[in-house]
Nanobody, 125 residues
Framework: QVQLVESGGGLVQPGGSLRLSCAAS????????MGWFRQAPGKEREIAAG????????YYADSVLGRFTISRDNAKNTVYLQMNSLKPDDTAIYYC??????????????????WGQGTQVTVSS
């Protein structure tokens, strides 16, 4: 059984930066891709960014494009989300998730089969 553990969340001022990490542990880990989702208070969970395990393809939601960067370190079984120029609207619980196959859309949560417990990101002055 693979477990995903997020870290790196916290409180940051608008315009600041944070880097989230998602470490996988357990049996051999080789997903097709990984995603970072987020859920703001009172809103549905949405994808922020995704990356294939090979690193050749990335996906970004329009709301984070140009500000967030997703990357992975296969040797460490870890995926990162570098978040710059943070805004109050980025406040949410951030979850990482693994998808076993290409599927049809990065936005479809049901195409991800393993989820972390989430880490809180709060952007406030």
């Amino acid at each position: 059984q693979v477990q995903l553990v997020e870290s790196g969340g916290g409180l940051v001022q608008p315009g600041g930066s944070l880097r989230l990490s998602c470490a996988a542990s357990g049996r051999t880990f080789s997903p097709w891709g990984m995603g970072w989702f987020r859920q703001a208070p009172g809103k549905e969970r949405e994808i922020a960014a995704g990356i294939t395990w090979s690193g050749t393809t990335t996906y970004y939601a329009d709301s984070v494009l140009g500000r967030f960067t997703i990357s992975r370190d296969n040797a460490k079984n870890t995926v990162y989300l570098q978040m710059n120029s943070l805004k109050p609207d980025d406040t949410a619980i951030y979850y990482c998730a693994a998808r076993p196959a290409r599927g049809t859309s990065w936005r479809r949560e049901n195409e991800f089969d393993t989820w972390g417990q989430g880490t809180q990101v709060t952007v406030s002055s």
